[in-house]
């Protein structure tokens, strides 16, 4: 089973700051399968990043992904006010599919 | 318009069987580009993957929980059901079905509003 590691599991960031998040992986994954979603309070979790680095449908620019083999990376570049939320990272790339644990960006 | 809605239990004694049903919408479970997932998440914790269904029927499962999960589908009307048989406390959750797309995307982009879900005596 892959494990998907994301660390660390909470990240301060002041308003238009650059954010960027780690997703590291226990054996390589195809970048085709790796995914990011955003969840906040309350909500379902959203899908922002496909493929490693494509943005999925209606999400902001600010957003982009990154990586390959074992290390992956989401970055938000100006962060706005709802963006502080929680952000996983998934990999389909091999059975069992798995999520990391989440990092939570927090406003300063 | 896509839709995924979730429904079933909110409360279950342990030892006992909880099924979940997807009832979805704006697409067809036949279409061989898509499939569905479920995914839990305990309170204040992180997403956890369950299984996942195909258009073609082929099933995949958590490995830690392979022997307590099921998950079928009923195309004719529109519904993914999840079974997990001895649940425990530590299922208490809120579970969430969700589109995935296996041919250009990779990534679920569709999403229910989740059920909770109690194991309590």
């Known amino acids: 089973e892959i494990v998907l590691t994301q660390s660390p599991g909470t990240l301060s960031f002041s308003p238009g700051e650059r954010a960027t998040l780690s997703c590291r992986a226990s054996q390589s994954v195809d970048r085709t399968y790796l995914a990011w979603y955003q969840q906040k309070p309350g909500q379902a979790p959203r899908l922002l990043i496909y493929?490693?680095?494509s943005r999925a449908t209606g999400i902001p620019d600010r957003f982009s992904g990154s990586g390959s083999g074992t290390d992956f990376t989401l970055t938000i570049s100006g962060l706005e006010p709802e963006d502080f939320a929680v952000y996983y990272c998934q990999q389909y790339g091999s059975s069992p599919w798995t999520f990391g644990e989440g990092t939570e960006v927090l406003i300063k | 318009q896509v839709t995924l809605k979730e429904s079933g239990p909110v409360l279950v004694k342990p030892t006992e069987t909880l099924t979940l049903t997807c009832t979805v919408s704006g697409f067809s479970l036949s279409n061989d580009r898509l499939g569905v997932s479920w995914i839990r998440q305990p309170p204040g914790k992180a997403l956890e993957w369950l299984a996942h269904i195909f258009s073609t029927d082929e099933e995949s499962y958590s490995t830690s929980l392979k022997n307590r999960l099921t998950i079928s589908k009923d195309t004719s009307k529109s519904q993914v059901v999840l079974t997990m048989t001895n649940m425990d406390p530590v299922d208490t959750a809120t579970y969430y079905c969700?589109?995935?797309?296996?041919?250009?995307?990779?990534?679920?982009?569709?999403w229910g509003q989740g059920t909770p879900v109690t194991v309590s005596s």
């Open positions: 493929g490693a680095s």
């Open positions: 969700a589109r995935l797309e296996t041919t250009t995307i990779w990534g679920c982009d569709y």
